[in-house]
Every structure is written in C-alpha cells, then in structure tokens.
C-alpha cells in the first residue's frame, strides 16, 4: 500500500568514476549502463503460441568523456589492451612462450551517484573492464570549446553494489 510520500528521484549530474590503479579519474560525462536478455521462443507440438524464455544476457559498453589534460593514464590503460596479445612473441618481449593470455588490463570499474551533499547514492560496478576505444580528442583552430577525450569501455558485467 503506497505511503503517501513523493518519489525521490537520482539526480544524474553528480557521479565519480573509480578506475582500479587510477589516481584520478575525473569525467564530465558516461553514458547509460544496460544489460538485455535474449529471448528464446519455441512451439511445442503445433502449438499457435510460443514458449517464450530469457537467454543470453548482453551488456552494453559505456563511454565516458572528459576534458583532455596532462594526464595520460586512459591512452596507457589502453596501450597495455593494444600489448596484450599472446605472450612470448617478439613484439610483446620476453614471456612465458605458452600462448597464455596477459589479463593485467582488465579493471573493476565503479561507477557511482552521488547525492547533492555527496554522499553516495548507488555504486554500480563493472568487472573485468577494459578500453575497447579511445578517442584522442578532436581539433579546431576557430574553436572556443575544450578537447574531449573519450574512452569506451567492454565488460563483462555489471552489479549494484549494495553498501
């Protein structure tokens, strides 16, 4: 039975995104954390209605964007995704000589809401990140706005964190 008290909605302008490593991680912007599941349809003996069931879930990559700076750390994270084929090759160096792969790139990712006073609303995190892009910025001489950097990152999947 409802209690009579209005909703409370989240605010979506305050968020901190916590990167394992990272000193600081700083964004203006991330986009939307989504996850779908297939649906499996199936007809038993010529039935004219199908038997619907959830399948495979998929989860949506999320971009988060920041103003460019001297800091460097978003084009690192990605070059070790860029150097992380098959160890023992003679581009990646010294290695084990297995074929076995290098996961040190893969990060947990927190992503979290904060209320207006900043305390934390809702902590989502994404396990075994990694940057799947990154976009250095883009450039114009007759331009009065800031460069944008942006990275897109793949995962495998994400949880409320209940605190």
Request: proline share 3%; glycine share 12%; net charge negative.
């Amino acid at each position: 039975m409802p209690s009579g008290q209005p909703r409370s909605f989240h605010d979506r302008f305050k968020f901190i995104v916590e990167i394992d490593g990272f000193q600081s991680a700083g964004f203006n912007k991330c986009s939307e954390l989504s996850v779908e599941a297939a649906k499996i349809e199936y007809y038993e003996g010529g039935g004219l209605i199908p038997h619907k069931s959830p399948g495979r879930l998929s989860y949506s990559d999320v971009t988060l964007e920041r103003g460019a700076t001297i800091e460097q750390d978003m084009y690192d994270w990605f070059a070790q995704v860029g150097n992380a084929g098959f160890q023992g090759t003679a581009a990646i160096g010294a290695g084990s000589g297995r074929g076995e792969k290098d996961n040190g790139y893969k990060r947990q990712v927190d992503i979290v809401q904060l209320d207006r006073d900043g305390t934390t609303r809702r902590r989502w995190r994404l396990y075994n990140a990694w940057p799947q892009k990154f976009t250095a910025g883009e450039w114009d001489n007759d331009s009065d706005e800031k460069v944008i950097e942006m990275v897109t990152l793949n995962y495998d999947y994400f949880e409320l964190i209940k605190d």
